[in-house]
């Protein structure tokens, strides 16, 4: 079925707000990403540092650790790999292992990393942070302000990476969610209803990260990742029909489901959306 890739969410942390501690085991991490695959996940993006406000600072020696057996045993099932890390060392270390993809919320913001990049064929997911550098932090960016933010970083980092000659059809755009847009969750809500206006400025793919973010807490009342389910579910139908190439999701299996519903509307007549 026609429709973004999903990026199933395996975080091999002790900190990550959502599934922290699960995973640290390399066989309860395999296990997870295996299932995510049998629910639908094109790609499952590994994390073996968390990056919310809480957590603590994890050595690239011990990320490399931790990653090693997971990505080895997934590459010999043939299931595609992301690796989310900001640090260099992982992020070279990922591309010996030939990941397909890196994925790093600093948005490759390290020149000296370039030439290696160039030398790869994986995708980069590019992500912008207000925070810049660095794990997320509480910036109080006001809604009517993150577009313009977003657009000059993308803006002066697609020409970075292009400069160093890393070819532009390997980027990914994603935008931020959550404490990396802002603390304000109207900023989320803004930058989720005008994805198109995004994949019209730069004309490259997009991802979307929303799953059970801090901002569908402050709309919805509900407190605890626990309960963030079926607000996870909205935002992502959402994002696929504004035309998100990818999502990154902790529940692939609800959202395939939700995709198979509105294909099947669609295609009775109902209203077209970007994906279709």
Known sequence: MPGPVLFGIVNITEDSFSDGGQHLDPDAAIASARRLVAAGAGVIDLGAAASNIAAKAVAPAEEI?????????????????????????????????????LNDIEGFADPALY?????????????????????????????????????????????????????????????GMGFFLSSKAAASLRVLAGLERLKREFALPVLVSVSRKSFLAAVTGHRGTGALGPATLAAELYAAAGGADYIRTHDPAALRDGLKVMAAIVAEGGCRIAYL
């Open 65 to 101: 650790r931790r990653l090693e057996p997971v990505i080895a045993a997934l590459q010999a099932d043939g299931v595609a790999v992301s690796v989310d890390s900001f640090a260099p060392e992982v992020q070279r270390f990922a591309l010996r292992r030939g990941v397909e993809f």
């Open 115 to 175: 030439p290696e990049l160039a030398a790869s064929r994986c995708g980069l997911v590019v992500m912008h942070a207000v925070q810049g550098r660095g794990r997320a932090r509480r910036v109080a960016v006001p809604a009517d302000a993150i577009w313009q933010r977003i657009v000059t970083f993308f803006a002066a980092r697609i020409a970075a990476l292009e400069q160093a000659g890393i070819a532009r059809d390997r980027l990914i755009l994603d935008p």
